[in-house]
């Protein structure tokens, strides 16, 4: 099992150092999308105060021409805080700081999802549009070789694994229940955790979350995840379809409900909403994997619980359906849908945002409009 070499420096040496007091100071680490859209990035700086609220944070800055996002003739990017939550690595009064990124001139990078997002969902905040994202990854060693698997091969076929419970069926609980406890700690809205259908993949859920809430929550969970493997010495992969062959791939399926859909008689705003995405398909599955499709194409084939890429579908409890109904929706006439399409690696700006602009403004055709 190939682990990274920082994993094997000893924990207990370090953990001295983590236990000095740090005086009147405090640390604030600023967190990043970078240019591809998935990968995230960070840097700390010292405060000499504990910042209470996002308006309390400076703005920073970074080369851009490092992390795919300028050239470095001109490579000054703008960090603006949007999010704050409580450090589970160095523990209070630290902190962790979600930032939108802006070019020189001040206009959103290009990976930068947030503000559109934010500005769609202000336009509807009155309907408390509710998102709930269960975000699936597999763990690999730094080989990329799925965790726990056999070096030279495969574990058994697909069945013992889903919810799993012993050392031959749930690999890598350790991470998961880290990563669990340090979301809480956080404040990120995580709301279960699950072994997933192929080994070495989980699933973790955060949500309800209102409006732009979702993504920020998310963005921070993936961060958190990314620096609990780190010490471990192992990589959470979020491609959607990480083992090609006969196992499942990973998707991040997202729960949509509004105000009215979870009143008596909200039936009839999902089946009216769920008729808007059918004619808008194309356009949801370009803002589903930040590759406009490429990466979901690998993963929605119509096999493996997925529906699939180029056709639109929905029903009751059918897991190989474009957008899910739960059974107990159908019979309570209210409550939420699922939509299965978005990929593990997706932007959840992008596809909260396309959400709303479908289903709520009644947007039309292939392109967003401009508000």
């Not at 703008?78 to 939550?85: D, K, N, Q, R, W």
């Not at 955060?206 to 958190?224: N, Q, S, T």
């Not at 991040?252 to 059918?278: P, Q, V, W, Y």
């Amino acid at each position: 099992m190939a682990t990274s070499a920082s994993a094997s420096l000893s924990k207990t040496i370090k953990q001295q150092y983590m236990e000095l007091p740090q005086g009147d100071k405090v640390q604030a680490m600023y967190i990043w999308v970078d240019g591809t859209g998935e990968g995230l990035r960070c840097k700390t700086r010292t405060l000499d105060f504990e910042p209470k609220s996002i308006e309390d944070l400076p703005e920073w800055n970074f080369d851009g021409s490092s992390t795919y996002q300028a050239e470095g003739s001109n490579s000054d990017m703008y960090l603006i805080p949007a999010a704050m939550f409580r450090d589970p690595f160095r523990k209070d009064p630290n902190k962790l700081i979600l930032c939108e990124v802006q070019k020189y001139n001040r206009k959103p990078a290009e990976t930068n999802l947030r503000i559109t997002c934010n500005k769609v969902m202000e336009m509807v905040r009155d309907q408390h549009p509710w998102f709930g994202m269960e975000q699936e990854y597999t763990i690999l060693g730094t080989d990329g070789h799925p965790f726990g698997w056999p070096s030279n091969g495969f574990p058994g076929p697909q069945g013992p694994y889903y919810c799993g419970v012993g050392a031959d069926k749930a690999y890598g609980r350790d991470i998961v229940e880290a990563h669990y406890r340090a979301c809480l700690y956080a404040g990120v809205n995580i709301c279960g955790t699950n072994a997933e259908v192929m080994p070495a993949q989980w699933e973790f859920q955060v949500g309800p979350c209102e409006g732009i809430d979702m993504g920020d929550h998310l963005w921070v969970a993936r961060f958190i995840l990314h620096r609990v493997c780190e010490d471990f010495g192992v990589v959470a992969s979020f491609d959607p379809k990480p083992i090609p062959g006969n196992w499942n791939g990973a998707g991040c399926h997202t729960n949509f409900s509004t105000k009215e859909m979870r009143e008596d008689g909200g039936l009839k705003a999902i089946e009216e909403s769920i008729e808007k995405l059918g004619k808008r398909h194309e356009y949801h599955i370009r803002a589903y994997d930040p590759k406009g499709g490429l990466d979901n194409a690998r993963r929605l084939t119509g096999h493996h619980e997925t529906s699939n890429i180029h056709e639109f579908s929905a029903g009751v409890a059918n897991r190989g359906a474009s957008i899910r109904i739960p059974r107990s929706v159908g019979q309570e006439k209210r409550g939420y849908f699922e939509d299965r399409r978005p990929s593990a690696n997706c932007d959840p700006y992008g596809v909260t945002e396309a959400l709303i602009r479908t289903c709520l403004l009644s947007e039309e055709g292939e392109e967003p409009t401009d508000y």
